[in-house]
């Protein structure tokens, strides 16, 4: 059975309930935006209540894959105008960046290597500042028919933050300008074409299909995931020989740190006993 936390932080010990819902099921936590009348535009309340609830669900046993959405029919419209913009253009300068620091300990500071992992389920609307928790991601699905769009040139603005960043990571030069510079929309459909999300999937499938990745990772050897994912992100700003070497070096952190000792295990299931074959399946863990 589902347990859905909606209680606020006076009644409730755990720090979500009102701008982000959490819903645990089969290891699976469902962390959702909740301003569904705003189209759920990342507020200051709302990147304080996440970042709390990250930090909650690191040491939380009832979650061992995040998966992000948002209430109704949006993912996220993207940063709050208000919050963002007009409340902070007269602000002294220490407390706009003190409104902007909280944003980004969550969207990227936080999120992008978070040890464990995240999938970005796109229900709908995609704007703007949610392009960052989006990319930060592990992974990411699609409805094929979400929205998603760079509109700030339209607003006499630039995507910013470390919007442009977070899109020049996963997009070629190419697409990602044209969205930056033209500010018009496009498709989950064309999103999981261009790299920006893993697959779009009819929105009838789409929790369907997100479950069946989740349960995927939760398969794996949740060390070995972890440091396999952090790795990656990494080495990627590296060059070859600094690539190789923190790579040796992760790879024996992995294997010095697994409860599990997957790799003794997988060796001798494939060595000895003839009984694991990679690339047509996982080997047995011994949990």
């Known amino acids: 059975m589902n347990s859905k936390a909606k209680l606020s932080k006076t009644s409730n010990p755990e720090p979500w309930g009102k701008n982000v819902l959490v819903e645990f099921e089969d290891r699976i936590a469902w962390v959702t935006m909740n301003r569904p009348e705003k189209r759920n535009a990342i507020s200051a309340d709302l990147a304080l209540e996440m970042s709390d609830v990250i930090d909650a669900l690191e040491a939380d046993e009832r979650c061992g894959v995040l998966v992000f959405t948002g209430a109704g029919d949006s993912w996220s419209a993207g940063m709050d105008l208000r919050d963002y913009f007009r409340a902070t253009d007269n602000a002294p300068p220490a407390e706009r960046a003190r409104v902007y ?24 609307w995609c704007f703007g500042g949610a392009f960052t928790p989006l990319v930060a991601c592990d992974l990411a699905i699609a409805d094929e028919k979400a929205v998603f769009g760079l509109s700030e040139i339209n607003w006499g603005i630039i995507p910013a933050g470390v919007v442009c960043k977070a899109v020049s990571k996963v997009m070629n030069q190419r697409d990602a300008l044209y969205y930056v510079m033209t500010g018009e929309t496009f ?38 995931l972890r440091q396999a994912k952090v790795a990656f992100k990494f080495v990627s700003d590296m060059h070859w020989e600094e690539a190789a070497d923190y790579l040796m070096a992760k790879s024996d952190q992995a294997i010095l740190n697994d409860p599990e000792r997957g790799r003794e295990h997988a060796m001798q299931q494939f060595l000895d006993e003839k009984s694991f074959r990679p690339g047509l399946g996982a080997y047995r863990r011994k949990r």
């Open 101 to 124: 620091r909280a944003n980004w300990a969550w969207q990227w500071r936080r999120l992008l290597h978070y040890p464990k992992p995240t999938i970005a389920m796109v229900n709908g």
């Open 187 to 224: 498709t989950g459909k064309k999103a999981a074409r261009m790299g920006l999300v893993n697959e779009a999937v009819p929105k009838s499938k789409l929790r369907k299909r997100t479950v069946q990745l989740a349960k995927t990772l939760l398969e794996k050897n949740p060390t070995v």
